[in-house]
Structure formats: C-alpha cells, structure tokens
C-alpha cells in the first residue's frame, strides 16, 4: 500500500474547493456558539420591543395627543435607529472575533497553517463567515418585526423592514471589519472584546447623544438620510453614497487585517 | 501571591472599566446643565412634553444622579465589567495549556476559586467608589451639590445586589470557556430573561399588582428608590440575590471539583 501526502490542490484557484469548504465549516463551528446567543438576543429585545409598543403609544398618545406616535416612528426610532442597531452591533462584532492571532495563543495555529490553504483564504473565509452570520442577524430580526406586529394588532411593511434590515447589514460591514482587524491585532482573549466594544459603544453613544455630530455609520446603517421625516418609512433609493464610503472603509480595514496576518510570525 | 496572580490576570479589564465609568459619568455630567433647560423649556411650553418626573430633574441633582447613572448607564457598564472581571481562572489557564502550573501548587481548587472572586470583587467595588469619585469631581465642576451619603448608598446597593452577575458570570464562563463565547452567552442568558422580566412587569404594574418574580427584577433591585433609606431599602430582593449568588457559587465549586483538568 502507498499512502502519498500532498498539498498540492487538484483545484488551486477554485473557491469552492473542498479545502474551502472545509474552512468555511471550522469557521462556522468557531463562531456558531456565539452567533446562536447573539440571535436570542435580537430576537428576545424584537419580541420585547413589538409586545410592549401597544402599551407604550397608548400611554404616550393618551398623555400628548397633539403629537400622535405612529407605530412606524416607534419601530425605526426605537428599534433601527437604536436599540437593535446597538444590540446588532454588538452581535456582528462578536462573530468576527477570533482566526489566527487567537489561535497563537492557544497553541493550535500551526495546525491551521499546516492546511494547504493560503493565509490569505482563511481570512477572507473566516471573514464572508462572520458577514453572512451578521447578515443573518440583521434580516433575521428585521423581518420578525412585520410578523410580530400582526399579532399585536399593528402593521409594518414587509419590504420596509427587509430594506432597513438590508441597510443594517450593508453599512455594517464596517463593523465586521472592525471586529476581524482587531482580532487580528490583538491576541488576548478579552482585549478585543473590550477595546472594541468600548470604543463602538464610546462613538454610538456619542452620535446618538448628538456629542459627536456630521457623517457617520450608524446613520447610514438606519438610513437617517433616505426616510420620511413623518412616517420614518424609506422614501426612495438607499444612500449609496453613504454605502459607497462604508464598503471603502471596511475594504481599507480588511485590507490591513490583511497584512498583519501576512507579517505577522507564527 | 494568589492575589497578586488574579490582579495580573485581570488588571487591564480593570482599567478599561475605570476608563469606561469615567466616559459614561463625565458624559451625563456635561449633559446635566443643557438637559435640564430642555426640560423647563418643554414645562414652560403649553404644546411641550410633560412628563411627571421633570420637576424632578429638574430641581433634584440626587434624582438626575440616580435615574441616568445608577438606574441606567453606569450600572449596565458595572455590570459588563463585573462579568468580564469574573471571567478566567483555572478554565482559562486550561485552554492556555498553563493550568497544571497552578494545580501544581499546594492550593486547593477551591481557594484558586474564591481568591478569583475574590479579586474580583474588589475590582468591581473599586470601579463603583471610582465613578463615586468621578461624579464628586464632575459635580464640583459643573457647580452641583449632591448628598455623598446617598451616591454612597446606591453604590453600596448596586454592589450588594451585582454579586449576582459576578457569580453568574463566572459559572458561565466555567460552563461555557470557549473563544468570547462566554461574553455573549452571558449577556443573552442575563439580557433575554431580563426584557421578558420586564414585558411581565409592566403589564403586572398596569395591573396594579406586584408578583414575586418581581423580586427576580435584579437591574430594579441595584438601582433601588432614588432617596435610599432603611425602610425603602429592597432587602427582600436583595435576599433572593444572594440565596441565588450561594447556589451559583456552590454549582460552579461543584462543577470545579470534578472538571478533568
């Protein structure tokens, strides 16, 4: 019997070749604890916020009603514009933490760099994992809203929550990125976590409290620039501009995380 | 020697969470005096908003103090940081490939445990009397007076009743130690029961009731009445918090013992 050992890939340019696969699925097994919990809680502030609104604009429509809270106002104010924006955040920052720096630590990166796999392929899979989790959370929690709402006796459009949720994702690429660059520069198990969450959360607060003023993500994420200023429903397009500048940045930070992970010496 | 280790382990959270009180107390600090004008700009409007406890705000540092510090911000980034100053130990020395090192040395499971939590713990009530610091220094600057006795008062109280997050902290991450996994699983496990908490007891206080799951409401009972005194103290929920710290704590000693290191 011969048994032959190689690394070399019979399909080195395909993406979907098994080694990718592969990748893709210990990146998915990596994060899956983590993005499970970070659904629940989406799903739990969604369920939380729908149930409570019908009290909530009862209370608040008895006591001004001269200024009358449309449902639409609630959900974009209290839910796209904020609550779950932040809890989003926190959820895509999370599932990007980890990769190869973390597993330096831990003792095991040198089996993944034994893969016939480029560095360069177990970021960018590790990278379209942790998108596609955040992607899930956004239109995941975006479209409960419409289906809860019916079960309170209000409404909300379909299409505009799949828009808002769609806008939520797009924008938060940055996020993503953010999280994956500092995973990669640090390797403590609690100093990216910390270090980025303070620092999101400082410049969350920081826009929502109007402290820090002009051009910012969260705003693209909410599409503040795009909705009626009365029903807070999408008018038209998306701000593509907007968009143009949050995917520029999350290339910029991939691109950086990029190169750490080529200089850096395991 | 245990101390010092657990103050190594952990020193850096530390900081971030005074760095962080710091923000979030200068932050509502400065907010203070243009908050205020909002509020008796929207009283004096006939078609402004007015709800009951603007007087309040207005007219009450103590209350201003306590509804946007001790009943909201500064107790939710306590609270992270208490988790986060629970996490690690043994578990985290095991991943690490370190953790016979320390099992190597005449101390027993246990005493690594509560020296731990220990440690801890006085992280987290220094990071409390820090941010106390923090307001006394801010209001000092922004020409308020407050009643130290009462901003001491409420820390005490978010202490007494957080030691339930350190401990249930520290069980998650002794149940659940993989990479950041324990973060937010804590979070999820501590943040969807609390919302469904709450969904239940706004509707049970619409009712006019007061249920003994209330007792449960840990976020109400840290921030407790906004004017502190021996009756108006929540000894009640403060019992449940600790009868429930004790079963943490037993469950994660418990599991400890027999973990196969």
Not at chain 1, 82 to 92: D, E, F, I, S
Request: hydrophobic share 55%; net charge positive.
């Amino acid at each position: 019997m011969e048994i032959v050992l190689t690394t070399n890939s019979s399909h080195p340019h395909r993406f979907f070749a098994t080694e990718s696969i592969s990748i893709c699925w210990k990146a998915w097994r990596e994060s899956r604890g983590r993005f499970f919990s970070a659904l629940v809680l989406l799903a739990s502030f969604v369920v939380y916020a729908v149930i409570t609104s019908p009290g909530f604009l009862s209370r608040y429509n008895t006591r001004f009603p001269d200024k009358t809270l449309l449902y639409s106002v609630y959900v974009w104010t209290g839910l796209f514009h904020y609550a779950l924006q932040g809890l989003w955040v926190l959820g895509a920052f999370i599932v990007a933490l980890g990769g190869l720096a973390r597993e330096k630590t831990t003792g095991v990166a040198l089996f993944t760099l034994g893969l016939p796999v480029a560095r360069r392929n177990l970021f960018l899979i590790r990278a379209w994992v942790a998108w596609a989790e955040a992607v899930a959370f956004g239109l995941a929690s975006a479209v409960l809203i419409p289906v809860l709402s019916a079960f309170v006796g209000e409404s909300y459009p379909f299409f505009q929550a799949l828009a808002f949720g769609a806008s939520m994702t797009a924008a938060g690429l940055v996020v993503v990125a953010f999280g994956l660059f500092l995973s990669e520069i640090f390797e403590g198990e609690f100093t990216s976590p910390v270090a980025g969450l303070c620092t999101l959360t400082a410049i969350f607060l920081g826009y929502r409290a109007h402290t820090l003023r002009g051009w910012n993500v969260f705003d693209v994420m909410s599409a503040t620039t795009s909705i009626d200023p009365k029903t807070q429903l999408l008018t038209g397009g998306f701000h593509w501009f907007g968009l143009t500048i949050c995917f520029l940045i999350s290339v910029v930070l991939l691109g950086a995380t990029h190169a750490v992970i080529q200089a850096r010496d395991f | 020697m245990l101390f010092y280790k657990a103050w190594i382990e952990t020193r850096v959270r530390f900081l971030a969470g005074l760095v962080a009180a710091a923000v979030v107390c200068i932050f509502y600090l400065e907010q203070h005096a243009w908050l205020v004008s909002m509020w008796a700009a929207d009283l004096q409007n006939p078609h402004g908003y007015h709800m009951k406890w603007m007087p309040l705000g207005i007219h009450e540092y103590g209350w201003y103090l306590w509804h946007y510090l001790y009943d909201n911000y500064l107790q939710q980034v306590w609270a992270l940081f208490a988790i986060l100053f629970a996490f690690g130990g043994l578990i985290r020395e095991r991943n690490g490939g370190t953790v016979l090192f320390s099992l190597g040395l005449p101390v027993s499971r246990r005493r690594w445990l509560f020296t731990r939590l220990l440690v801890a713990l006085l992280e987290s009530i220094g990071l409390s009397l820090f941010a106390v610091l923090v307001i006394a220094v801010g209001s000092a600057a922004i020409h308020e007076t407050f009643s130290l006795s009462q901003v001491l008062l409420h820390t005490a109280l978010m202490v007494a009743a957080g030691v339930f997050v350190i401990a249930f902290g520290n069980l998650c991450y002794t149940l659940f130690p993989g990479n950041y996994l324990s973060l937010i699983l804590t979070l999820t496990l501590l943040g969807a029961p609390y919302l469904w908490l709450q969904t239940y007891m706004q509707h049970m206080r619409y009712l006019g009731r007061t249920p003994w799951i209330g007792y449960l409401d840990f976020a109400h009972t840290m921030a407790g009445p906004w004017q502190i005194t021996w009756t108006t103290t929540p000894w009640m929920a403060l019992l449940v918090a600790w009868t429930l710290t004790a079963f943490l704590l037993m469950a994660t000693v418990a599991h400890g013992d027999r973990l196969d290191y």
